[in-house]
């Protein structure tokens, strides 16, 4: 059974920054994309970014170029966003979530449990 | 990129059926079939309903189907029941090798 396990809620002041962590279990790691996706309180859910393990490429929406990195850990299966330069805007639940098409970012068939990162001084 | 067009709300009586729109360009939906619908309960993760337009995953109820003309997708559910009741989002794959989601439509079972 495939599972996408998250790193716990966090806190964060304006201007720090916030890595999340992602792993994976239950099935073979590099094979699937990962994306991140995040919903802000009553909000929609908004791309983030994706990135395709086996060849180690990132692809990021435009509004978050230059502020988000998405990468992995083969050895651990392990995913991980951090998202810099914060401000409250930012807050939001952060999901990472699974396409098992394994070469882009087309359709999330497992989703993680979500991390809230609240971002308040 | 601007999210794509669903309407804020929709209705229906349970026995009943709904249909949500998915406006997007011929940059995203109308360029390709990858189209996907989701669900999400209050606090819960999204859960994949139709993905490449119209397929449905194992385990999802055939009451729930997906379709595209031009620029718009469509995900109708038949036999409305109160478990039904939930967030629905679309999203597609774009031209810039990204993915958009819709700004959600709110599914009230009366």
């Known amino acids: 059974q495939v599972q996408l396990v998250q790193s716990g809620a966090e806190v964060k002041k304006p201007g720090s920054s916030v890595k999340v962590s992602c792993k994976a279990s239950g099935g073979t790691f590099s094979s699937y994309a990962i994306s991140w996706v995040r919903q802000a309180p009553g909000q929609g859910l908004e791309w983030m970014g994706g990135?395709?393990?086996?060849?180690?490429?990132?692809n990021y929406a435009q509004k978050f170029q230059g502020r988000v990195t998405i990468t992995t850990d083969e050895s651990t299966s392990t995913a991980y966003m951090e998202l810099s330069s914060l401000r409250s805007e930012d807050t939001a639940v952060y999901y990472c979530a699974r396409d098992p098409t394994g070469s882009s970012w087309l359709r999330f068939d497992y989703w993680g449990q979500g991390t809230l990162v609240t971002v308040s001084s | 990129q601007s999210a794509l067009t669903q309407p804020a709300s929709v209705s229906g009586s349970p026995g009943q059926s709904i249909t949500i729109s998915c406006t997007g360009t011929?940059?995203?939906?109308?360029?390709?079939?990858?189209v996907s619908w989701y669900q999400q309960h209050p606090g819960k993760a999204p859960k994949l309903m139709i993905y490449d337009v119209s397929n449905r995953p194992s385990g999802v109820s055939n009451r729930f189907s997906g379709s595209k003309s031009g620029n718009t997708a469509s995900l109708t559910i038949s036999g409305l029941q109160a478990e039904d009741e939930a967030d629905y989002y679309c999203?597609?794959?774009?031209?810039?090798?990204?993915?958009?989601f819709g700004g959600g439509t709110k599914l009230t079972v009366l």
């Open positions: 990135i395709i393990p086996i060849f180690g490429t990132a």
């Open positions: 999203s597609s794959y774009t031209s810039s090798s990204t993915l958009l």
């Open positions: 011929s940059s995203d939906v109308g360029g390709y079939n990858y």
